[in-house]
């Protein structure tokens, strides 16, 4: 079982940056799995955001791709997404999702481990 947990969510303002925290607690070895960034605003489909695969190779959504950057910790488990130059656009939850395979995928149901969430708010 895979448990995941967001953290570093907050306020702050168009131009600024944020970072946020996912804690992975896995059975087993976490190098194994692959971590997405999903985010979800009101009213919207929840889209991809950001994924690292097992290897560390990293891919991004159009909309964020030059202003994000999805890295890991594979001794901390934790997978981190730190965010630049956020726009009032980039208001939403952001979810951290894992999956038992070598590589991410953009689509949210092809993950069978989520975290709670939290909520980054950009403020014009």
């Known amino acids: 079982q895979v448990q995941l947990v967001e953290s570093g969510g907050g306020l702050v303002q168009a131009g600024g940056s944020l970072s946020l925290s996912c804690v992975v607690t896995s059975r087993g070895i976490f190098y194994r799995l692959a971590v997405a960034w999903f985010r979800q605003a009101p009213g919207k489909e929840r889209e991809f955001v950001a994924g690292?695969?097992?290897?560390?190779?990293?891919e991004y959504s159009d909309s964020v791709k030059g202003r994000f950057t999805i890295s890991r910790d594979n001794d901390k488990k934790t997978v981190y997404l730190q965010m630049t130059s956020l726009k009032p656009e980039d208001t939403a939850v952001y979810s951290c999702?894992?999956?038992?395979?070598?590589?991410?995928?953009?689509?949210?149901?092809?993950?069978?481990?989520w975290g709670q969430g939290t909520q980054v708010t950009v403020s014009s």
């Open positions: 999702a894992a999956r038992p395979t070598i590589v991410t995928a953009p689509i949210p149901r092809d993950y069978e481990y």
């Open positions: 690292i695969h097992r290897s560390g190779h990293s």
